[in-house]
């Protein structure tokens, strides 16, 4: 697993409310229909990606969640930054506290260069990129496919 279990939530969530809503709000109760994703822990991940600024929350009949800028313009690092903090990218393999170049532990030279390509990834990939990467699965836009049909019921 490379990421925790509240930053692939926290993915999950903003692909599938950037791929269903685009640049709209969304309600959490219909980002959850057709998902797994637990509700009451998407809205307190929500809730930092709001004061991270990847998110904007509006209240009332017509709110809900969306994003706070274009999701070409929001990159993984930005999100995974927000929900686990800055220097998880920059940790010890082996969860040492002193691993660095000058203190390395059995694993830092060859998990240097793996951490460097995580990182780019994470910094060149943005959330438009995982929506589009989204919406061109069929198993995805069939279950689309029945939410709305549900709803139109």
């Not at 809900?64 to 999701?71: D, H, S, T, V, Y």
């Not at 059995?106 to 990182?119: E, G, S, W």
């Amino acid at each position: 697993m490379i990421f925790s279990t509240p930053t692939a939530y926290a993915l999950r969530a903003l692909v599938e409310l950037t791929a269903r809503a685009g640049n709209a709000s969304m309600m959490l109760d219909e980002l959850a229909v057709g998902t797994d994703l637990p509700r009451q822990f998407v809205r307190k991940l929500f809730a930092k990606l709001v004061r991270a600024g990847i998110l904007v929350s509006t209240k009332g009949r017509s709110g809900g969640f969306r994003l706070a800028r274009p999701a070409h313009d929001i990159s993984l690092m930005q999100i995974v930054s927000a929900i686990d903090g800055e220097d998880v990218a920059s940790g010890c393999a082996l969860k040492l506290g002193r691993c660095s170049d000058a203190e390395p532990c059995a694993q830092h030279d060859l998990y240097k260069p793996i951490r460097q390509r995580l990182v780019d990834y994470l910094q060149t990939t943005t959330l438009a990129d995982l929506s589009a990467s989204l919406k061109s699965k069929p198993a995805w836009r069939e279950l689309c496919g029945k939410s709305a049909s549900k709803e139109h019921a």
